[in-house]
């Protein structure tokens, strides 16, 4: 079942105060590909309508999600010596308080994304949500073949690193499966 | 020997660049039919009735649109404002070509716009699609295709519609977001851009001109003059950032529009009209042709003629919201979203609108909620170093930006003074949830 707006904000809010908990820098591109990964790897019903980009999958409508909770207090940003981070805001005790089920039913699943995306570079979130968006959509192909529709999409990276976002993302669903 | 030699280059006077130049190319695309409709397309729909002087139409906005375009390009593709770090130019020939369907992109970006703009197209399209699916479809029209086709070089209509709409809708609807590469993403960025794009640009500087509203005025010519094609240091990609002398002039435009939407753009009985207008369209027209040769047919003039007379007949449909429009019986603002309400409930304004409705009727009460329309942009800055860092590192204004969202509920004029009455007894009931509402 699709979430509410509400229980969208919860999950994205989560995610925001789990990175920052770990010290970890969370900006736009962290929260476009954790939630990309939320949603395709981790089943987390958050429905965001995402497009594969030159940059990686990236979704419009939760760009303005995001907007929105900022606009709401949900979150905050934070500017530090280059860009910036999300907070959490002040009305994230409200969600708490109203989306506690929520939060509990996909804590895991928000503690592994942050557990394995927290702290990468931009070039290193992109090449990985890539790499998921493929798998997702022709997981039967082999880690050369994906890596080849990475390389089609993103002639900025090379056949190496390309394979090795696909062996990740392979990994990643082993670890999951088990 | 003909006694006069033909123009090369025109010029249109305007009220905001003074002239807009324009080739024999461009007054082939600017007389076509798609084009002249726009002379009868509201920029800004209804606002006349707020704000009378804003009675300009979407057809000088898209002349200034090109102006603008055509500059920015120039600016950012000279080979002086060249970044060594930044290889994507291409040679000075194709560099020409872009330079036409970039202007080309502008000047049709609004062609798929319905009567009154943005008023109803929600409601009045199909399946989710915006006014940019109608410009597309206008664009790939045998009528259209003849008139690029007979350009000399003679440009993509699919790439001048990729380039006029952006990445999402076109990859929504029409090809794959991936079809841009990181040249076309720049191209569409100076016409559709958050930060930069000429649309807002020009719309900001006409319609404060027209409104009367000085809010929209920023120092346009030194923002266009320090724009640059950078590297950002965060996100690793080339994208229009400026150099450092032009962040003003930047932080100028971003607080302009913020004001803009909340003097202007979101103004409470502009509001009010646009919800009427909206229900007027929807209840006499039902569903909007989406076929070219419908979407050509279809202006403000007919839409107006078609309300005079439904306000004029209580059988007609849409006879009621016409009624409101043109005997200002528009609804009122009773109640608007604020940081204190907010605090207390984040869908305060869903809350009193449910509350009114039980107690009130549904007929008697309207609600818009309106989300950020500005995202936290960030952009490369070129320092007098020659390091590149980013707005938000180098601007408060930018740093500390939050994105602002309005709503309002409004009601019946003849109800106004029961539902204060009412709502000031019940409100702190409403908002704390000790009143059960189906939301």
């Known amino acids: ?178 | 020997m003909p006694d006069v030699v033909a123009k090369h280059q025109h010029e249109i006077r305007d009220p905001i660049h003074n002239f807009v130049r324009v080739t024999a190319d461009e007054v082939a695309a600017i007389n076509s039919r798609p084009f002249q409709r726009l002379r009868n397309i509201h920029q800004l729909a209804l606002t006349y009735l707020v704000y009378p002087g804003s009675c300009h139409r979407r057809f000088e906005h898209s002349l200034g649109v090109m102006e603008l375009a055509g500059r920015v390009f120039d600016v950012i593709t000279h080979e002086r404002n060249r970044h060594p770090d930044v290889d994507l130019f291409p040679d000075s020939e194709t560099l020409t070509a872009w330079r036409k369907v970039v202007r080309l992109a502008a000047l049709f970006h609004d062609l798929g716009h319905l009567p009154f703009s943005h008023a109803a197209e929600e409601q009045l399209l199909p399946d989710g699609k915006h006014h940019e699916w109608l410009t597309v479809e206008v664009l790939r029209s045998d009528e259209m295709r003849q008139i690029l086709k007979d350009m000399m070089p003679s440009p993509d209509p699919d790439l001048v519609a990729k380039i006029a709409i952006g990445p999402e809708k076109w990859g929504k609807w029409f090809g794959k977001a991936t079809d841009f590469r990181e040249w076309d993403l720049l191209m569409t960025d100076i016409v559709t851009g958050d930060a930069f794009g000429v649309d807002r640009i020009d719309y900001l500087l006409r319609d404060s001109h027209h409104a009367g509203v000085a809010y929209g005025r920023f120092d346009h010519y030194r923002l266009i003059d320090t724009l640059r094609i950078l590297r950002h240091p965060v996100l690793e990609r080339p994208m229009i950032g400026i150099e450092k002398g032009g962040i003003h002039a930047a932080e100028a435009l971003q607080l302009a529009r913020q004001f803009m939407f909340l003097q202007l753009y979101y103004h409470h009985v502009r509001i009010a009209y646009d919800i009427h207008l909206s229900e007027f369209m929807v209840q006499w027209l039902k569903r909007y042709p989406t076929d070219v040769e419908g979407h050509l047919r279809m202006t403000d003039n007919e839409v107006l003629s078609a309300m005079a007379t439904a306000a004029m007949d209580k059988a007609a449909p849409g006879h009621e919201p016409a009624r409101r429009i043109m005997q200002r019986g528009h609804f009122r603002r009773i109640y608007e979203r604020n940081a204190l309400d907010q605090r207390i409930h984040p869908n305060a304004v869903g809350r009193v609108a449910a509350a009114l409705k039980v107690h009130f009727g549904q007929s008697a009460v309207r609600e818009r909620m309106i989300p950020p329309k500005q995202q936290n942009i960030d952009f490369p800055i070129l320092l007098d170093t020659g390091d590149i860092s980013t707005s938000r590192s180098e601007s408060t204004i930018y740093a500390d930006f939050k994105p602002a969202a309005v709503g309002f509920v409004l009601v019946d004029p003849e109800k106004r003074k029961d539902v204060r009455a009412w709502l000031t007894t019940n409100k702190q009931t409403i908002l704390s949830e000790q009143m059960e509402l189906d939301l």
């Open chain 1, 1 to 178: 079942m699709t979430m509410t707006d509400l229980q969208r904000s919860a999950i994205v809010a989560t995610l925001v105060k789990e990175c920052r908990a770990r010290d970890a820098f969370c900006g736009e591109t962290l929260v476009q590909k954790a939630v990309f990964v939320l949603q395709e790897l981790l089943n987390v019903p958050l429905a965001f309508d995402f497009q594969l980009y030159i940059y990686g999958p990236f979704s419009f409508e939760l760009q303005r999600h995001v907007s929105s909770m900022m606009a709401d207090d949900m979150i905050a940003s934070r500017p530090l010596e280059y860009g910036s981070t999300f907070e959490p805001g002040e009305q994230v005790a409200y969600l708490e308080k109203h989306t506690a089920e929520t939060i509990a039913a996909h804590r895991a699943a928000v503690e592994f994304v942050v557990q394995h995306l927290a702290g990468r570079g931009v070039k290193q979130l992109e090449r990985v949500a890539t790499a998921l968006y493929f798998t997702v959509a022709s997981a039967d192909l082999s880690v050369d073949e994906r890596a080849a529709q990475i390389c089609e999409v993103k002639p900025h990276i090379t056949s190496e690193e390309a394979r090795k976002a696909v062996e990740e993302v392979d990994r990643w669903r082993k670890e999951l499966a088990a």
